[in-house]
């Protein structure tokens, strides 16, 4: 574990913990709304410590934070900042039971109890088919042939989880692979009312072996049909009812392809402020959406969204080999999450993300999007 403490100018004299496995964009949207933001991630990179106070970085393993680093880091913040509010990221929202314990801390996120429920397979799927929720087929035991199968392991994120490789762990679950456009929406809660901010599609890579469905990036506002828009709003009510889900969520589906009934399946919820969000503070400046999420946390009422639909889209730049980043590298402003120099990234490990906006070119997104990333690789070898 290493530690940097920097000197920080802050409107409010009290300290936002922010533990994710990248906290770069969610630590610069708290720095906007004047916290001193102490980020815990496994990165520590340029970008994250520019906005943070001070800035953890732990080892991370297979997606995991390492559970003795994790320890010693949690006490010794613990010491330095008795009094402070907790916000969970990507890969810490299971971390919701350690923070409640700690006296003095405040967890600005959904309660463990919230987050177990969601994360338990049998409690969520059984609520689905409750509510009337459509979802692909689930099974809870081993198949000796995968086929058109995927094993999903709880409790996991970013598609580090999603194998089709035949595995039998605890808490894991089979689910039926469909194929179709990955989408997700964008929601804020206070447990009783929800407003969809918007939808999204979601990139992935299948560049790690066995693990098909990797997170590599999202482009919000994307171009969905008012049907599926309509049940999306219809399914996130009843998600936040039930659950008494809070603050900035995801709900992520799959809509099939060739499907004339335009059906959508719910995968999963996110009960954490997920990694669209700050595409969205990106294109409305006045939005802050940790703000508004420590607000809806705190019970306060939701506030009014007037946003733009506009797109945008960032992609997750995977390093190809092994690679030194240069003390000589000059970055392309569309470059964020930017790692120190003389940074050694491992093959595979995620080197920075690439942004880009609708109008930039007169092709997709998403093209433009690679060709970035092919140019980021280019600087790097």
Not at 41 to 70: M, N, R, V, W
Not at 91 to 115: H, K, M, P, Y
Not at 331 to 346: C, G, L, M
Request: charge should be negative; aromatic fraction near 10%.
């Amino acid at each position: 574990m290493r530690s940097k403490l920097l000197a920080h100018t802050s409107i409010k004299n009290n300290f936002l913990i922010v533990i994710s496995h990248s906290a770069r964009a969610l630590s610069e949207s708290a720095c906007r709304a004047g916290w001193n933001v102490i980020s815990v991630d496994g990165f520590a990179d340029t970008d994250t410590l520019e906005s943070s106070y001070e800035c953890c970085c732990l080892p991370l393993d297979s997606g995991e934070f390492l559970g003795s680093y994790l320890n010693t880091c949690l006490a010794r913040l613990q010491q330095r900042y008795p009094q402070a509010k907790v916000i969970l990221g990507a890969g810490a929202e299971n971390l919701a039971d350690r923070i409640e314990a700690f006296t003095g801390w405040q967890l600005c996120a959904n309660s463990s109890t919230v987050v177990a429920q969601l994360n338990n397979p049998h409690e969520f799927f059984d609520a689905l088919d409750e509510l009337q929720i459509t979802y692909p087929a689930v099974r809870y035991t081993a198949m000796a042939e995968s086929g058109e199968w995927l094993h999903k392991r709880a409790n996991s994120c970013g598609g580090m989880g999603v194998s089709r490789q035949v595995i039998d762990k605890p808490q894991g679950y089979w689910q039926q692979e469909i194929s179709g456009l990955a989408v997700s929406a964008l929601c804020v809660s206070n447990g009783v009312e929800v407003a969809c901010l918007g939808f999204n599609q979601q990139y992935s890579t299948s560049c790690f072996e066995g693990y098909p469905y990797v997170y590599q990036g999202v482009l919000v506002n994307a171009d969905l049909s008012s049907t599926l828009k309509y049940k999306t709003i219809s399914y996130a009510n009843k998600l936040i009812n039930h659950f008494n889900i809070k603050g900035v969520f995801s709900l992520d589906m799959i809509a099939p392809k060739q499907s004339a009934q335009e059906v959508l399946y719910v995968l999963e919820v996110n009960p954490r402020i997920s990694a669209s969000f700050e595409l969205y503070e990106h294109l409305n400046p006045g939005l802050n959406l940790v703000d508004a999420h420590i607000r809806v946390c705190e019970g306060e009422r939701l506030p009014e969204f007037d946003l733009s639909n506009t797109q945008s889209a960032y992609l997750i730049v995977y390093a190809e080999e092994d690679c030194l980043i240069s003390e000589q590298l000059v970055w392309p402003e569309w470059v964020k999450d930017r790692p120190e120099a003389f940074r050694q990234i491992s093959k595979y490990e995620p080197i920075c993300s690439v942004h880009a906006d609708e109008g930039e070119s007169k092709g997709s997104l998403y093209s433009l999007l690679q060709q970035r990333a092919d140019q980021v690789i280019g600087l790097i070898n």
